[in-house]
C-alpha cells in the first residue's frame, strides 16, 4: 500500500478528518461501458430533478465541505470543492462530460457519496503522499487547462510537489487509458465514521475493480 499520511496543518485544525485510499493494480481503463454511461445519466436526472427543490448547503457532503474550507481559511465562494462544482453544474441543466471509464466512475461515487475525490496514475506519483496546506511553491497545471496556484489550499503532495486537492487536480497525474496502477483518494466527511467508510470504500473498490479488472487495496488514514 501506498504511504500516506495528513500532515500537522490539517490534523491540528481538523483532528477528525480522515481520508480513504484504494490502490489499483492490472488495471484496464477505456471508454465507458453502456451500464456505467447509463447509470451516470441516470444519476444526474435524478439530481436535477431533485436541486429543482432543495438547495446546495441542504446536502450534508456540501455543507460540511464548505465548513472544512472555512476551517482552514480557504474561502468557499471563491474555491469550490469538487462534488459541489459538479451538482452546481447539474443544477444548471447542463451535462457533465464523459472522459474515461475511471473518470467517469469517479465521477459517479463523487455524486452518490456528495464528496471530493481524485483518482491519480500511480507510476507518476513520486515518494509518499501527505495531505497538507500548501506552500507558495505549490503549483501546478491542473486538469482545467490552466495553472493552478495552490499555496494555502488543501493539497496532496508528493516529493515533487502538489498534484491534487478536493478543487482540481493536476495534469501531471491523471489517469489515462495507458494507467494501470491507480491511488484513487477519498476526500471523507470528517463526521462519518470508521465503520460506515470503510463499508463505502469496500462498495467502491469492488465496482471500480467489476468495470477495469485488477486488485485493489484499502485503508482509511487518520
Known amino acids: 500500500m501506498v504511504n500516506v499520511i495528513i500532515d500537522q496543518s490539517i490534523s491540528s485544525k481538523l483532528p477528525t478528518f480522515k481520508l480513504g485510499v484504494i490502490l489499483y493494480n492490472h488495471i484496464v481503463i477505456s471508454d465507458s461501458p453502456q451500464m456505467l454511461k447509463g447509470r451516470l445519466q441516470f444519476f444526474q ?7 429543482e427543490t432543495k438547495e446546495l448547503i441542504d446536502y450534508k457532503g456540501i455543507a460540511e465541505w464548505r465548513n472544512i474550507f472555512k476551517t482552514l481559511n480557504m474561502n468557499p465562494g471563491r474555491y469550490r470543492p469538487s462534488q459541489e462544482s459538479l451538482f452546481r453544474r447539474i443544477k444548471k441543466g447542463n451535462s457533465l462530460p464523459l472522459v474515461h471509464s475511471a473518470v467517469d466512475l469517479n465521477t459517479f461515487f463523487s455524486l452518490q457519496y456528495c464528496i471530493p475525490m481524485g483518482i491519480y496514475d500511480r507510476d507518476h506519483i513520486s515518494g ?12 501546478y497545471l491542473g486538469v482545467n487547462g490552466r495553472n493552478n496556484d495552490m499555496s494555502g489550499k488543501l ?12 478543487i482540481v487536480d493536476s495534469d501531471r497525474t491523471k489517469v ?22 470503510n463499508k463505502l470504500l469496500q462498495a467502491a473498490a469492488n465496482m471500480f475493480t467489476q468495470v477495469h479488472g485488477g486488485t485493489s487495496t484499502f485503508t482509511i488514514v487518520t
Not at 45 to 51: A, G, H, V, W
Not at 128 to 139: A, C, H, Q, T, V
Not at 176 to 197: C, G, K
Open 45 to 51: 436526472e435524478t439530481l436535477r430533478f431533485e436541486l
Open 128 to 139: 509518499n503522499i501527505s495531505l497538507r496546506l500548501g506552500k507558495e511553491s505549490d503549483s
Open 176 to 197: 489515462t487509458t495507458q494507467t494501470t496502477s491507480a491511488v484513487h483518494i477519498f476526500y471523507l466527511r470528517p463526521e462519518m465514521n470508521v465503520d460506515e467508510a
Open 155 to 166: 493539497i496532496v503532495a508528493d516529493n515533487e510537489g502538489a498534484f491534487g486537492s478536493p
